[in-house]
C-alpha cells in the first residue's frame, strides 16, 4: 500500500520559513550590517522611488542600479542563491499585467540583430527589471536589519507608536502560531491522508481551533506582560545619533541614484562602443 | 492583490504613502485613547493569527485550485474598523518587508487597497447595517458576503485606478477593469463564506466574543466623510483624465437624427430666463473643457450638498421629542 503524500505546503507557509532564515541572515555581523538601520531604511526606499521612476519604455536605463545590490550583497555576504528563491515565490500579480502588455502591443519598437522587438516585449523587460530590481533591495534590507532594527528606524522617521508596538508583536509571535499552524494542519493530515486541501467547513473549523489558541495565548501574554508592569506603553529604545559614515553611506547612494537616473549609461555606453 | 513597486509612479505611491500615514495615524490616536492595556497584545497576536490563518488553504470546488483567508473582514469583525486597519497595516508592513510581497513603494496603496476598504467602509457601511445585533447564520453570512464582496471590489478597483494612472503598463482600462472585478467577485463570495464560516464557528466556542464583538458601533460620519471625499477627488481629479471623448448617448441620437448634439431652444420667455440665470451660475462652463478642476470643485460642491441634505434630515429627526420621525 503506497503512503498518501502529505498536501504540499502553501506559499505563506514558504514565504514564513523563508522569513526566519533572512532574520538570521540579518544577526551575522558583516560591514553592511553594521550601519544604521534609519540610513539603510532611507537608501531602500530611495532606491525603489528612482527604480519604480523609470517609464515602461524604459527597459536598460534602470540597470546600472545592480552596482549597487552587487556592492551591498557583497559587503553584506548575503547569498545570491537565497535571494533568487524569495524571488520566485513573491506574487506573479506584476507578471501577469506584464504579460499581458506583452501580449496587446505587439507594435514593433526596434530591431536588434535581425530580431524585431515589439512595443509591448519592451514594456514587459521594463516591468520585469524594476521588479527584481525593487525585490532584490527589500530582500537585502531585511537580510542585513533584524526587523526589530527596522521598525525602529522606521519609529525615527515617524511612524505612530501603536504601529511600532502591532508591528513587534505580530512579528514576534508569527512564527509562534505559525508553528501552531504547522501542528493543527500535520494532525488533519494524519487523520485525512491523501485528501490535499480541505474542504472549506474543515478548513474553517481549522481556523477557528487556530484563532481559539490565538486568543488564549493573548490572554497569557497580556497577564505575563501586566506581571511586569505593562500599562499599555511598550518601551522601546531610544534610537542612538547616526555615525559620519551613516551619512556619507546616504549622501553617496543619493548621489548615484540621481546620477543613474539623469544619465541612461546603457544607451550612452553602447552608442560609445558601436561602430 | 498585493501590488508590486514595478506597477506604481512615484507619484502614486507618495500620494498612497500620505493617505496611509494620515488614516493610521488618526487610528493609533483614537485607539491611544481608548486606553484599554489589553488590547495591545490581543492585537498583536491577532496579526500573528493573520499569517498563521493563510497558511490553512482550503480547496475551491470546480476550479481545482484553492484558496485562503485574507482576513480583513474578520479583523474587522472582531477588534472594530480602527483596530482592524492597525492589524491589517501591520501585516502587510510585515509582507512587504520581510516577503517584499507587495512592494515597499506600493505600501501606502496596498494599505489602502486592501485595510481602508474593508476596515472603514466595507465593515461600517455594509456589514453592519446588514448583520444588525446578534444576527443569526443565515444574516451573519449574507452581511460577511456582502462586505467581502464590496471590500475587494473597492480594493481591486483601487489597484486598477493606481496602476492606470501610474502609467507604468498600457493596459486598455475597460479589459483590466473588466478582468480585475470580474475575478474579485469571486474572490470576495470565497472570503465572505469563509469568515462568516469562521465567526460563526467561534461564536459557538466563545458566546462572550459575540456579545463584546457587536458593542454599539460608533460610526464616524467625518471619518466616512473623508474616505468618499478622497475617492471623489481621486475620480474627478484623476481618472477625469481618462474619461471618453466620444459623445454620449443622447448626443450620440440626437446626432444621427436631427444633425446636432445642441439644437437651438425655441424664442419663449421661459427658456430666455432659463438661459440668463445658467450663464449667470455657470463658472465652468463645458465642465471648463473637461479639466481636472471642474472635476474637483463639481466633487467638493457635490459633496457638501449630500452633507448638508443628511445633516438637514439629522436635526428634523431630532426636533420631536420622543425621537419619532417629523411628519
Not at chain 1, 121 to 145: D, E, M, N, Q
Not at chain 2, 32 to 55: C, E, S
Amino acid at each position: 500500500m503506497s503512503v498518501p503524500r502529505p498536501p504540499a505546503p502553501s506559499r505563506s507557509f514558504r514565504l514564513l520559513s523563508h522569513a526566519g532564515d533572512l532574520d538570521d541572515l540579518a544577526a551575522r555581523p558583516s560591514a553592511f550590517q553594521a550601519l544604521d538601520a534609519r540610513a539603510k531604511v532611507l537608501v531602500t526606499l530611495g532606491f525603489v522611488a528612482v527604480a519604480a521612476s523609470f517609464g515602461r519604455n524604459a527597459a536598460l536605463a534602470p540597470l546600472p542600479l545592480l552596482a549597487y545590490l552587487a556592492a551591498a550583497f557583497a559587503l553584506g555576504e548575503v547569498p545570491l542563491a537565497a535571494v533568487a528563491a524569495r524571488v520566485a515565490l513573491l506574487s506573479p500579480f506584476a507578471l501577469l499585467v506584464g504579460v499581458a502588455d506583452l501580449v496587446l502591443h505587439r507594435a514593433p519598437a526596434g530591431t536588434l540583430w535581425g530580431v524585431t522587438f515589439s512595443e509591448g516585449a519592451v514594456s514587459f523587460a521594463s516591468l520585469l527589471i524594476r521588479f527584481v530590481l525593487c525585490a532584490c533591495a527589500v530582500f537585502l534590507l531585511a537580510a542585513t536589519t533584524r526587523f526589530s532594527e527596522v521598525v525602529h528606524a522606521f519609529r525615527g522617521l515617524g511612524m505612530p507608536r501603536a504601529l511600532a508596538t502591532q508591528l513587534l508583536l505580530s512579528h514576534r509571535y508569527a512564527f509562534v502560531l505559525a508553528e501552531e499552524a504547522g501542528r493543527i494542519l500535520r494532525a488533519h493530515a494524519l487523520r485525512a491522508p491523501g485528501t490535499g486541501a480541505p474542504a472549506l467547513p474543515v478548513a474553517g473549523r481549522l481556523v477557528v481551533q487556530l484563532l481559539l489558541r490565538s486568543l488564549a495565548r493573548a490572554e497569557r501574554v497580556h497577564a505575563a506582560m501586566s506581571c511586569r508592569g505593562f500599562d499599555g506603553d511598550l518601551t522601546i529604545r531610544p534610537t542612538p545619533p547616526a555615525r559620519v559614515r551613516d551619512l556619507a553611506f546616504v549622501v553617496a547612494c543619493g548621489l548615484f541614484f540621481a546620477a543613474v537616473r539623469a544619465v541612461d549609461v546603457p544607451t550612452a555606453l553602447g552608442r560609445a562602443l558601436s561602430p | 492583490m498585493h501590488m508590486s513597486d514595478a506597477l506604481i509612479s512615484p507619484g502614486v505611491g507618495a500620494a498612497a504613502w500620505a493617505a496611509m500615514a494620515g488614516g493610521v495615524g488618526w487610528a493609533s490616536r483614537r485607539l491611544t485613547r481608548g486606553n484599554d492595556p489589553r488590547r495591545v497584545p490581543l492585537m498583536g497576536v491577532m496579526g500573528a493569527f493573520v499569517f498563521a490563518a493563510q497558511m490553512v488553504n482550503f480547496s475551491i470546488p470546480g476550479t481545482g485550485s484553492s484558496g485562503h483567508l485574507g482576513g480583513g473582514l474578520l479583523l474587522a469583525i472582531l477588534l472594530g474598523p480602527d483596530a482592524a486597519l492597525l492589524v491589517m497595516t501591520s501585516v502587510l508592513v510585515v509582507q512587504a518587508l520581510l516577503f517584499a510581497d507587495g512592494g515597499l513603494l506600493a505600501l501606502g496603496c496596498n494599505v489602502v487597497n486592501l485595510g481602508m476598504m474593508t476596515s472603514w467602509l466595507a465593515y461600517p457601511l455594509v456589514f453592519r447595517p446588514l448583520a444588525g445585533d446578534r444576527p443569526g447564520p443565515l444574516r451573519l453570512g449574507l452581511a460577511s458576503v456582502a462586505a467581502a464582496l464590496v471590500g475587494l471590489q473597492l480594493g481591486s478597483l483601487g489597484v486598477v485606478l493606481e496602476t492606470t494612472l501610474s502609467r507604468q503598463v498600457s493596459l486598455p482600462l475597460p479589459s483590466f477593469l473588466g478582468l480585475m472585478q470580474s475575478i474579485h467577485l469571486a474572490i470576495g463570495l470565497v472570503e465572505g463564506l469563509a469568515t462568516a464560516a469562521v465567526v460563526q464557528a467561534l461564536w459557538k466556542a466563545r458566546p462572550d466574543l459575540a456579545d463584546a464583538t457587536f458593542e454599539p458601533a460608533r460610526t464616524s460620519l467625518l471619518r466616512a466623510a473623508l474616505v468618499v471625499a478622497a475617492a471623489a477627488a481621486l475620480f474627478a481629479g484623476g481618472l477625469s483624465q481618462l474619461a471618453s471623448q466620444s459623445p454620449d448617448g443622447l448626443e450620440w441620437a440626437l446626432e444621427h437624427s436631427i444633425g446636432t448634439a445642441e439644437p437651438q431652444a425655441p424664442a419663449h420667455a421661459a427658456h430666455a430666463l432659463a438661459a440668463s440665470a445658467q450663464a449667470a451660475t455657470a463658472k465652468l462652463p463645458d465642465y471648463g473643457g473637461g479639466s481636472p478642476l471642474a472635476g474637483l470643485l463639481g466633487a467638493g460642491v457635490t459633496l457638501v450638498f449630500a452633507l448638508l441634505v443628511g445633516l438637514g434630515i439629522r436635526a428634523l429627526r431630532r426636533r420631536t421629542p420622543d425621537g419619532a420621525p417629523a411628519p
